[in-house]
Each structure stands twice: as C-alpha cells, then as structure tokens.
C-alpha cells in the first residue's frame, strides 16, 4: 500500500522565491499607502495578508521536510 503525500504543493519553495516574495510585499505596501481609494487599499491589504499566510505555511512545510 502506497504512502500519500497530503501535503499540498508549496509556492515558495525556496530562498529565491522567499526573496521575490519580499519585493513584492514590499510593493505593495508602498502601493497601500499611496492608494487613497479605501476599497483598493483594502484590497491591497487584503493581497498582503494572503501572500503572507502562503509563506508562513510554506515555510512550516520547508521546514518540517528539513529544507
């Protein structure tokens, strides 16, 4: 009988896309507080939380496989 992998693929899988993706966090901060639209700066904020809560879990997989 086969193991099955539950865990789901990673986005970030390693330093290079841990790197873009503080860039990217970082551009859109700015964007946030340039934004004076609420609703798109809502959304921006919205954007960051996600990417964030990707990474962490990606980073607790990474890290429970050894990486």
């Known amino acids: 009988m086969s193991t099955q992998n539950n865990i789901p693929p990673a986005t970030f899988r390693n330093a290079n896309d841990f790197q873009t993706l503080l860039t990217t966090l970082e ?5 946030a507080l340039e934004e ?5 700066r809502a959304a921006i904020i919205w954007s ?3 990417l964030s809560e990707t990474a962490a879990k990606d980073a607790e997989q ?3 496989v050894g990486a």
């Not at 551009?27 to 964007?31: D, I, Q, S, T």
């Not at 004076?36 to 798109?40: E, L, M, V």
């Open 27 to 31: 551009e859109l901060a700015v964007a």
């Open 62 to 64: 990474l890290e429970a």
């Open 36 to 40: 004076s639209d609420q609703a798109r």
């Open 48 to 50: 960051i939380q996600k």
